[in-house]
C-alpha cells in the first residue's frame, strides 16, 4: 500500500447553521492522483479551503505528512509543500507571465523581503525553466491578465509548481476551458505529476478527465463522503449511481 | 516603453541639471517653488509605494508627515540636536507611529482601510492641534532654526544673490536629501519585495498561498512610506519655518492623494512629475484667478474620467502605442473643451454682476460637447488617424 500524504479526518464545518462538511474522511496517498467529486455545492471547495486553512474547521484534523497542520495560516501551509490553484482563476494579473512565476519563486527562494536587489535579476534560470516547461516561453512578456483563460490557468499551475511542492490540490483545474484545452492540459498535468513525484488531489466536474486520469475517487454528496474507491468501484457503486452519475448529466 | 522614453531624450540628464541649477539662474520665488516641489515630490512617491505597488490607498498621509515635521522641528528647536539628527529622528518617529496605526489599518481592506487611514490622521491632527506644550497646539510651532549650511557658502555666495542666499542652500540641501531618499524607493519599488508588494496589490489572496504573510508585508510598506513622509515632512518644517497642525489636516492628505494620481500610480516618475506640474501649475493660476480650487477639481475630473493612468501613464502610452495616439488626442481636445466651457460658466456665475452670456455660453457649449460627444471623439479621431497614415506614408 502507498505511504499517506494528505490526511483529514472526521473534518465538520458548518456556515450558520448548513453543514458544508459533514464528518468528512479521507486520504490521498503519496505520488497518487487522488479526485473529490459530487454535483455542484457538494461542498468540494469549502473542502478543499479547510485543508489549507483559508476556513477553519469547527470540527476534525488535517494531517500533512503525519504533521497536524488544522488551522495553520495559509501560508504556512504552502510552506510545509503544500500548493493549490483555485476555482477561479488566480493569478496576478497585472504582472507579466514572467513577472507571475518569477514572484513565486521569490517568495519560496525566501528573498521576499530583499529590499536591495533588483526583481528582474531573481531566479531567472528557475522561471525560464519553468515556463518552457509549461509551454509559456513565449507568451512570457504578456500581461497575465490578458491572456485567455486556459493560458491563465498554465499560469496558475506555474506558480503553484514554483513552490516545488510534493502535494498539489487543484479546485477545478479546467473549469471553463475548451475540450481540446482540458485534453492538453489534463495530459500536461499527468506528465508533471510524474516528472516531480507530486501526490495530486483535484475536484473536477468533468468525468471524462475524472476516470482517465484518478488512481482514486472519492464521492462527496451534501458535505458527506458517500464512497471512496478505485474509478472502478466508484463508477460501479449504488449510491454514486444514484446520487450523481445516473442524474443525466456527466 | 521606458526605454523608449529615456532612449531618445535624455530626461534624466536634462531634469537634473535643471533642478541642480535652479539656485543659480532662478529667482527667490522660482526656488522655494522648487523647494516644495522636491519635498512633495518625495512626499507622494512615499505615498505611491502604498497605491501603486501595494494597492492599499492611504487617504491619511499627511499624519506621518505631520509627525516627522514636528517630531524634527521640536528636536532642533527645543532640543539643539543638528539637524541630520534631528530629520532621522523625524522619520524614525512618523515610521513608529505608522507601524503602530499601521498594525490596525492593513487588518482591513479598501474603503474601510482607506476610511481607518483617514481616521488615524484625524488623531494625529487633533493631538497636535491641543497639545499646547510640545506642539504649540493651533498656534503651531514656530521656533524650527534653519540648518547651519555654512559649508556650501563657497558654492553659492560668489553666484547666488545674498537675499536669496539662504533659500538657495536649504534647496540644495532638500533636493540632495529628498533624490537620495527618491532614489532608495525606486530600489525598494523594484526589489524582490516590491515585486512581492506588486503580487498583494493585484490578488492578496493568491499571494497568501505563495507563502506570504500579506498583512505582514502590507506593515512593512505601511512603516517605510510613513518614514519617508515623515523625511519629507522635516524638511517642509524647515522649509517653512514652522510647523502647524494643517501638515497633518486631511486636505493635505487629499493635496498629496491628487498629486499622486495626477502623476500616474503606475509608473515610479508619476508622483514626481504630478507634484511638479501640480505645484507650478497651483503658482502660474493663482496670480491669474482666485479660483484655484474649481480648476484643480476640473484636473482632476479630467484625469480620473478620460486618463486614469495619469500623465506619465498617458505619455508612455502615447509614445510606445502609436495605434492608441488618435484616441488620446481626441480625448485631449474634447476635455479641454469642456473644462474650458465649464471654467467660463463659473467665471460668468461668480462675477459682479452675474454675467448671463458667460454663463449661458459655458453651459450651451458643455451641453453641446456632452450630448455630442460620442460623434465628436469618432470625428476627431478620424482626423488624427488620416494625419497620422499621411505622415507614416
Redesign the interface.
Same mark, same amino acid.
Given at each position: 500500500m502507498h505511504e499517506v500524504m494528505l490526511e483529514v479526518r472526521n473534518l465538520t464545518k458548518a456556515f450558520s447553521g448548513f453543514v458544508a462538511t459533514n464528518d468528512v474522511s479521507l486520504t490521498a496517498e503519496k505520488n497518487r492522483i487522488t479526485a473529490v467529486i459530487g454535483p455542484n455545492g457538494a461542498g468540494k471547495s469549502t473542502l478543499f479551503n479547510l485543508i489549507?486553512g @483559508?476556513i477553519v474547521p469547527d470540527q476534525g484534523v488535517v494531517i500533512l505528512e503525519g504533521r497536524d497542520i488544522t488551522a495553520i495560516?495559509? @501560508?504556512k501551509i504552502?510552506?510545509l509543500g503544500m500548493?493549490?490553484s483555485?476555482q477561479r482563476t488566480?493569478?496576478?494579473?497585472?504582472?507579466t507571465v514572467y513577472?507571475n512565476i518569477?514572484?513565486?519563486f521569490?517568495? @519560496?527562494g525566501g528573498?521576499?523581503?530583499?529590499?536591495?536587489?533588483?526583481?528582474?535579476r531573481?531566479f531567472r534560470d528557475k522561471t525560464d525553466a519553468m515556463l518552457d516547461s509549461l509551454a509559456l516561453t513565449d507568451v512570457a512578456d504578456t500581461i497575465a491578465g490578458e491572456m485567455s483563460h486556459g493560458a491563465q490557468k498554465q499560469v496558475e499551475l506555474g506558480?503553484a509548481l514554483?513552490?516545488e511542492p510534493r502535494i498539489l490540490l487543484l479546485d477545478e483545474p479546467t473549469a471553463g476551458m475548451s475540450a481540446q484545452e482540458t485534453r492538453e492540459s489534463i495530459a500536461l498535468l499527468a506528465k508533471i505529476a510524474q516528472e516531480r513525484g507530486l501526490t495530486l488531489l483535484f475536484t473536477e466536474h468533468d468525468m471524462d478527465v475524472v476516470f482517465s486520469i484518478s488512481q482514486k475517487i472519492a464521492v462527496l454528496h451534501q458535505g458527506r463522503i458517500i464512497a471512496t474507491g478505485s474509478p472502478q468501484e466508484v463508477r460501479e457503486n449504488e449510491e454514486v449511481r444514484r446520487v450523481y452519475l445516473g442524474g443525466g448529466k456527466h | 516603453m521606458k526605454a523608449l522614453l529615456s532612449d531618445r531624450i535624455p530626461w534624466v540628464l536634462i531634469i537634473g541639471l535643471l533642478a541642480a541649477t535652479t539656485p543659480f539662474w532662478g529667482s527667490r520665488y522660482q526656488i522655494d517653488l522648487a523647494t516644495y516641489i522636491v519635498i512633495f515630490a518625495m512626499f507622494a512617491t512615499s505615498l505611491n509605494l502604498l497605491i501603486g505597488s501595494t494597492g492599499l490607498v492611504a487617504f491619511g498621509h499627511a499624519a506621518y508627515f505631520g509627525v516627522g515635521a514636528y517630531v524634527c522641528g521640536i528636536f532642533m528647536g527645543d532640543l539643539g540636536i543638528p539637524f541630520i539628527a534631528a530629520w532621522i529622528l523625524g522619520g524614525v518617529g512618523a515610521a513608529l507611529v505608522a507601524a503602530f496605526f499601521g498594525y490596525f489599518c492593513v487588518r482591513l481592506t479598501q474603503t474601510y482601510f482607506s476610511m481607518l487611514t483617514l481616521a488615524c490622521a484625524q488623531i494625529v491632527w487633533a493631538i497636535a492641534f491641543k497639545w499646547n506644550e510640545v506642539t504649540g497646539g493651533e498656534q503651531g510651532y514656530p521656533r524650527v532654526p534653519m540648518p547651519e549650511m555654512g559649508f556650501l557658502d563657497p558654492l553659492f555666495a560668489p553666484f547666488v544673490h545674498p537675499r536669496a542666499l539662504t533659500a538657495a542652500k536649504f534647496y540644495f540641501i532638500a533636493l540632495v536629501l529628498s533624490g537620495l531618499c527618491i532614489w532608495l524607493l525606486q530600489?525598494?519599488t523594484?526589489?524582490?519585495?516590491?515585486?512581492?508588494l506588486?503580487?498583494i496589490?493585484?490578488?492578496p489572496?493568491?499571494?497568501?498561498?505563495?507563502?506570504?504573510?500579506?498583512r505582514r508585508?502590507q506593515l512593512?510598506a505601511f512603516t517605510l512610506a510613513g518614514a519617508f513622509a515623515g523625511l519629507a515632512g522635516g524638511l517642509f518644517g524647515i522649509y517653512k519655518r514652522g510647523v502647524y497642525p494643517d501638515y497633518a489636516y486631511w486636505s493635505k492628505s487629499a493635496e498629496v492623494l491628487i498629486m499622486t494620481i495626477l502623476g500616474g500610480i503606475h509608473s515610479f516618475w508619476g508622483p514626481t512629475v504630478g507634484s511638479a506640474v501640480l505645484i507650478l501649475l497651483n503658482g502660474m493660476i493663482v496670480s491669474y484667478t482666485e479660483y484655484w480650487p474649481f480648476v484643480l477639481g476640473v484636473i482632476l475630473l479630467v484625469i480620473l474620467f478620460a486618463f486614469p493612468d495619469g500623465l506619465m501613464g498617458t505619455i508612455e502610452a502615447f509614445v510606445s502605442k502609436p495605434g492608441e495616439r488618435p484616441e488620446i488626442i481626441a480625448k485631449l481636445i474634447w476635455w479641454s473643451a469642456a473644462g474650458y466651457a465649464a471654467l467660463v460658466a463659473v467665471i460668468g456665475w461668480t462675477a459682479a454682476p452675474r454675467n448671463l452670456v458667460m454663463i449661458g455660453a459655458g453651459v450651451a457649449a458643455l451641453a453641446v460637447l456632452g450630448l455630442l460627444q460620442a460623434h465628436i471623439m469618432r470625428v476627431l479621431e478620424r482626423v488624427f488617424a488620416f494625419l497620422k497614415g499621411r505622415a507614416d506614408a
Open positions: 489549507t @483559508h495560516a495559509p @501560508h504552502c510552506r500548493a493549490r483555485f488566480n493569478i496576478f494579473p497585472k504582472l513577472e518569477q514572484a513565486a521569490i517568495s @519560496h528573498r521576499g523581503l530583499d529590499m536591495w536587489g533588483a526583481a528582474t531573481q506558480i514554483a513552490g | 530600489r525598494i523594484r526589489s524582490s519585495f516590491g515585486r512581492i506588486n503580487a496589490r493585484d490578488n489572496e493568491r499571494t497568501q498561498f505563495i507563502g506570504i504573510n500579506v508585508y512593512i
